[in-house]
């Protein structure tokens, strides 16, 4: 069987920061923005097969992978601007963003921000669709975060507690799957500076409730934009209810549940997920931006009715139904 080869990874400085990012193939764009703690690696796995029929472009978001890590703007506001830019810089106008997890807030915001460069969202096991999520991010945001894992990534304890993760993701576990990402996850934290970054993106986007930013009270604008949604049905990061939740906040959304795959169904069933986004992609016209509709819909507001899910709420509207996506 031929080895996948690995996309050689470029750099561009972009406001003085050094932004690193991978690009394959040609014909339409798709950018796909990763998660908390990740790197454009996390998309290994569909990269090559998506190339196929698009262009890729997968970055290391600003203070993740091998881009800078200054003390900066790490909002996802601040990240939907910073894609903007790189996507200027290297001659593309508009794209298919595709989001997970955190990456999934900021693809929603540069969505809201720039809908005249986007042409459809994917999101996939996405933040901002609800308050609910793991303890483990939340713990990132208490005081002494810094100190504590500074002495849990010395070799002494990384080694083996990083080994005791990739073993369990192999025990075949269904709640165990994701711990070799979290191993991966884990091995990021020796480095002061990626640690302080990543607490700075949590705090922007989590205190001690759960998820603060929420797509809640725009959705309604999402109208005019196709819109998929796609998560692993063992998923213990971010609860699959969520997928649900992105339905009935934009009901025209493409719900699609991947059985046996966790918080990555992208690297858990990568055929599968290239499969559903390609036929997204294949079967909906690309948003084009009506500054007048938008106008419209800013002064109509949003819909009087459904409850608007915010911290400890759920959203109330007619029950969605929602895909078990088949095997490819």
């Not at 506001?77 to 955190?102: K, P």
């Amino acid at each position: 069987m031929a080895r996948r080869t690995r996309p050689a990874v470029e750099h561009v400085t972009v406001h003085g920061h050094r932004r690193a990012f991978v690009r394959a193939g040609s014909g339409p764009a798709v950018l796909l923005l990763h998660g908390l703690a990740c790197d454009h690696t996390t998309w290994e796995p569909v990269i090559a097969s998506l190339a196929r029929t698009h262009t890729v472009i997968a970055p290391d978001l600003l203070g993740h992978g091998e881009s800078d890590k200054p003390r900066a703007d790490y909002s996802v506001g601040g990240y939907a601007n910073g894609m903007r830019d790189l996507l200027t810089v290297l001659g593309i106008d508009t794209v298919t963003v595709v989001g997970h997890s955190f990456g999934g807030g900021v693809a929603m915001q540069f969505a809201y921000q720039f809908p005249e460069r986007t042409e459809r969202l994917v999101l996939v096991s996405s933040g901002g669709l609800g308050p609910e999520v793991t303890p483990a991010i939340r713990a990132i945001t208490t005081p002494g975060f810094q100190q504590v894992m500074g002495v849990l990534t010395t070799p002494v304890l990384r080694r083996p507690a990083t080994a005791a993760l990739r073993l369990l993701a192999r025990s075949g576990v269904s709640q165990l799957r994701d711990l070799d990402e979290v191993a991966s996850i884990y091995e990021t934290f020796t480095d002061p500076q990626a640690r302080a970054a990543i607490r700075t993106v949590v705090r922007s986007v989590v205190d001690w409730r759960g998820q603060v930013v929420t797509m809640a009270d725009r959705a309604y604008l999402t109208e005019a934009m196709p819109m998929c949604v796609i998560w692993g049905a063992d998923d213990v990061v971010i609860p699959v209810a969520h997928a649900s939740n992105a339905g009935a906040l934009a009901p025209t959304a493409r719900v699609e549940v991947i059985p046996k795959a966790g918080h990555f169904p992208h690297k858990d069933h990568p055929q599968r997920f290239v499969k559903i986004v390609r036929d997204f992609i294949r079967t909906t016209e690309p948003s084009t931006y009506d500054a007048g509709r938008w106008r419209e819909l800013l002064d109509q507001g949003a819909p009087v009715g459904p409850v608007h899910a915010g911290a400890g709420e759920s959203p109330r509207s007619p029950v969605v139904v929602v895909r078990r996506a088949k095997p490819a």
